[in-house]
């Protein structure tokens, strides 16, 4: 991630911050990008979840 963040000008705590984002289900992904998420859920939000689930299922299990 060290290497990720130097190649993008931005440090390690913003990329390891955003890189579990890569991982998110084209769900929740579509749901960002034409606004109807619930309001709650918002990419600012998103990228501050600690430990959010690789799996589709279970970030659909978690309410996401």
């Given at each position: 991630?060290?290497?990720?963040?130097?190649?993008?000008?931005?440090?390690?705590?913003?990329?390891?911050?955003?890189?579990?984002?890569?991982?998110?289900?084209?769900?929740?992904?579509d749901a960002l990008l034409i606004s109807k998420q619930p309001v709650e859920l918002s990419a600012q939000r998103l990228s501050?979840?600690?430990?959010?689930?690789?799996?589709?299922?279970?970030?659909?299990?978690?309410?996401?």
């Amino acid at each position: 991630m060290a290497q990720i963040a130097t190649e993008h000008g931005t440090d390690f705590s913003e990329v390891s911050r955003l890189l579990p984002l890569a991982v998110l289900s084209p769900a929740i992904v579509d749901a960002l990008l034409i606004s109807k998420q619930p309001v709650e859920l918002s990419a600012q939000r998103l990228s501050r979840i600690g430990g959010l689930p690789n799996s589709w299922a279970a970030q659909s299990a978690h309410g996401l």
